[in-house]
C-alpha cells in the first residue's frame, strides 16, 4: 500500500513538474533588418500613412494583352479537376475576367475600408485598421488582429469585418479590427533577405499593434494565420487576451496522438473522439496519408524552390489564376475535385475569386508570398516554436471540410487552455470568406466567454 502510494506520488509530482515547466517556456526572438542593405543609423521611421488602393489604364492594358495571348490546353477528358484546374472550364473563367470583370469597381470596394502602412524591420507594412462607427456606452472596443494566409490575402476577411464592428445583436461585443499583410504579401514590402518565417512576421505585428496603442489583444489566424497568431501568444502571452484558430494541424505529434491514431477507431471514447472524428481520421492511411499526399505537392514545391514556378506565375496572369483558384476549390471541398467547374463558384462569386489574384498579380507579390514556405520549412520541422506549448485561452472552429481534421484531444495537446472547441455546420479551409456569418459568431462566443461576458455553457448576468 505504502509503495502504490509512493508511487503516485512520484509520478504525480514529475507530471507537475513537467507542466510548470511548460508553463514557464516562452518563444524568444531578436529584432531583425529586413530592408536591403544596412540598418540606417538615424533609427527607424515609425510614421503611420494612409494608403490606397490604385490602378492604371496601363496596369489593365499590361493584364489584358498577357491573357489575349494565353495558350489553353486542353484537360484530358472524364478529368474533371482531379489533374488540377480543368481547362475547359479556365477558359470560362478567363474570358469573364478579360471581359466581364471590373477591376476598378473592385479597388473601389478595397478602398471602402481605411488601409495604411508603416515601416517595421526596415520594410513596410500593410494593414487595414476598422474601427467601429460607435460603442454601446459604458463598454469599449476589443481589438482584435486577424491574420491570412496563402493564397489569401486580407480581402477574405472583407465579408468578416462588419459582423465584427458592427454587429446586428446588441449584447455582442464590437471589435476593433487590424487586418495586415503578412511581410511579401498583398501590398506589404517582400524581406530582402533570408529567413523571415513566422516568428518574425509575429513579432513585427505585435510592434505593429503597439505602434497602434494597444497593450492587450485578442488574435485569429486560419492558414498561416494560425501559426503567425500562435507565435505571437508564444512571444507573449500576457498580451495576446485570447487566440482564436479555425486551423491547428498538430505541429509536434506526442504520445497521445500517436496512441489515438492506432487505438482511437476501436475505443474512440478513450480518446474523445466523436463520430465525426472518425469519419475524417480513419482509416489512417487513406485519410491522413495519401489525401495529403494528393494535395500537398505545391507545398513541397514552394519549401523547397519558390522562385523558380513563382517566376512563371508572376509573369502570366492565366497561370497565376488556375494556380490559385484551384485551392479554393479542393481546399474548399474535397468532393469538388469531381466537378467540372471545381464547385468555385457554389460557395465564392468570381468577383471574390478575381480580386483576390489582382490582389497577387497587381502587387507581383506570388514569388515572396511563396517564399515563406521556405523559410518556415527550410531549417525543418523542430523549431523552438513547435515545442512549445500554448497557455493562452483558446478557441478552435472545427469546420468541417477543412483541410487536415484536428479532433479535441490533438488541439488540446498544444493549446492548454482550450476554451472552446465548436464543430461548425458547414465550411472549409477559408471559413473566413466561406462562412463569415459562422466565423464571426464563434470569435463573439469565444470572446464573451475570455472577457467574463458568459459562461460556457451558461450566462452570467450579462445577457448574449
Known amino acids: 500500500m505504502f509503495t502504490e502510494v509512493l508511487l503516485t506520488l512520484v509520478i504525480g509530482g514529475l507530471i507537475y513538474f513537467l507542466v510548470q515547466r511548460s508553463k514557464n517556456q516562452v518563444l524568444t526572438t531578436e529584432d531583425g533588418w529586413w530592408?536591403?542593405?544596412?540598418?540606417?543609423?538615424?533609427g527607424e521611421d515609425d510614421t503611420i500613412r494612409s494608403f490606397r488602393v490604385t490602378t492604371s489604364d496601363q496596369e489593365l492594358e499590361d493584364l489584358y494583352r498577357r491573357i489575349d495571348l494565353t495558350r489553353p490546353f486542353p484537360s484530358l477528358e472524364d478529368s474533371q479537376f482531379n489533374y488540377g484546374f480543368n481547362s475547359?472550364?479556365?477558359?470560362?473563367?478567363?474570358?469573364?475576367w478579360r471581359n466581364e470583370f471590373d477591376w476598378r469597381k473592385q479597388v473601389d470596394k478595397l478602398n471602402l475600408y481605411p488601409h495604411f502602412k508603416t515601416k517595421i524591420e526596415g520594410i513596410d507594412i500593410h494593414y487595414l485598421h476598422v474601427k467601429p462607427k460607435k460603442v454601446p456606452e459604458g463598454t469599449s472596443a476589443v481589438p482584435l488582429i486577424m491574420v491570412h494566409g496563402w493564397p489569401g490575402s486580407f480581402y477574405e476577411f472583407y465579408g468578416l469585418i462588419p459582423l465584427l464592428t458592427d454587429p446586428s445583436n446588441p449584447h455582442d461585443l464590437v471589435f476593433e479590427v487590424v487586418c495586415p499583410s503578412i511581410p511579401g504579401y498583398g501590398f506589404s514590402e517582400a524581406p530582402n533577405k533570408k529567413g523571415f518565417n513566422s516568428v518574425c512576421a509575429a513579432r513585427i505585428f505585435h510592434k505593429l499593434m503597439k505602434r497602434l496603442g494597444f497593450q492587450q489583444y485578442y488574435a485569429h489566424g486560419g492558414d498561416w494565420g494560425w501559426l503567425v497568431t500562435t507565435n505571437m501568444a508564444q512571444l507573449e502571452p500576457k498580451t495576446v487576451k485570447g487566440l482564436h484558430l479555425n486551423?491547428?494541424?498538430?505541429?509536434?505529434?506526442?504520445?497521445?496522438?500517436?496512441?489515438?491514431?492506432m487505438l482511437g477507431r476501436h475505443f474512440p471514447k478513450l480518446f474523445g473522439f466523436t463520430d465525426f472524428d472518425i469519419q475524417r481520421l480513419f482509416p489512417c492511411?487513406?485519410?491522413?496519408?495519401?489525401?495529403?499526399?494528393?494535395?500537398?505537392?505545391?507545398m513541397h514545391i514552394q519549401a523547397t524552390k519558390p522562385d523558380t514556378v513563382g517566376r512563371g506565375l508572376n509573369d502570366s496572369p492565366v497561370g497565376l489564376a488556375a494556380y490559385i483558384l484551384e485551392k479554393f476549390s479542393t481546399w474548399t471541398s474535397h468532393d469538388f475535385r469531381n466537378l467540372d467547374d471545381g464547385g468555385l463558384t457554389r460557395k465564392f462569386s468570381l468577383d471574390d475569386l478575381l480580386t483576390n489574384?489582382?490582389?497577387?498579380?497587381?502587387?507581383?507579390?506570388?514569388?515572396?508570398?511563396?517564399?515563406f514556405y521556405k523559410e518556415n520549412f527550410g531549417q525543418g520541422l523542430d523549431a523552438p516554436h513547435a515545442k512549445i506549448p500554448v497557455f493562452v485561452p483558446t478557441g478552435f472552429a472545427c469546420f468541417p471540410n477543412e483541410l487536415m481534421h484536428t479532433p479535441k484531444l490533438w488541439v488540446k495537446q498544444k493549446y492548454r487552455k482550450l476554451v472552446t472547441f465548436t464543430l461548425m455546420d458547414r465550411g472549409g479551409h477559408f471559413a473566413a470568406m466561406e462562412e463569415p456569418q459562422?466565423?464571426?459568431?464563434?470569435?463573439q462566443k469565444f470572446t464573451k466567454i475570455v472577457e467574463?461576458?458568459?459562461?460556457?455553457?451558461?450566462?452570467?448576468?450579462?445577457e448574449v
Open 35 to 42: 530592408g536591403s542593405g544596412a540598418p540606417c543609423d538615424a
Open 88 to 96: 475547359q472550364y479556365l477558359q470560362k473563367v478567363v474570358s469573364y
Open 247 to 261: 486551423f491547428a494541424p498538430p505541429s509536434k505529434p506526442g504520445l497521445s496522438m500517436a496512441l489515438s491514431m
Open 285 to 298: 492511411m487513406e485519410k491522413l496519408v495519401v489525401e495529403s499526399i494528393k494535395e500537398t505537392g505545391y
Open 357 to 371: 489574384i489582382m490582389i497577387y498579380w497587381t502587387s507581383g507579390c506570388i514569388i515572396s508570398s511563396m517564399r
Open 438 to 443: 459562422l466565423m464571426a459568431e464563434d470569435i
Open 452 to 462: 467574463g461576458k458568459v459562461k460556457e455553457g451558461g450566462l452570467t448576468n450579462t
